[in-house]
């Protein structure tokens, strides 16, 4: 929830400065062709995942790295859907490979960290059970 109210502080921010800067008629335009880039990519976007596989299969990417840039183009396009300017230079950021690997390791990297942090509190993976013969319940 806090990274939710930061991303709306800083949403208004940048909006609100870009859209002083620019004025009324070009912020208009702007979320207009920025809504259909992000609706053409998303529309695109099998083109983008059939590429990619086929990176995966000729081993030049990872199964995970797979994943990331998968994910990372869908929300990059789906950001530039959103009206905003600060939405919109992620959404643009998250459609090169580069900057979706450096986010996908920063987020990773805090998740890792969480997960570490519960292992050593004495919280672990193993299931305790109790196996019960059944000859000796009857």
Known sequence: MPFVIIYLFIE??????FASQLG???????IIVSAFIGLFLLTNFRYTLSKSMNDLMSGAISAQDFQKMSLFTLVGAVLL???GFFSDILGILLQFSFFGKLFASR?????????????REGKDDAIDVEVIDSDTIK
């Open 24 to 30: 009324g008629l070009l912020t208009f335009l702007e």
């Open 81 to 83: 859907m959103i009206p």
């Open 12 to 17: 208004v921010l940048v909006s609100v400065e």
């Open 107 to 119: 987020v990773l990297n805090l998740k890792n960290r969480k997960n570490k942090n519960i292992h």
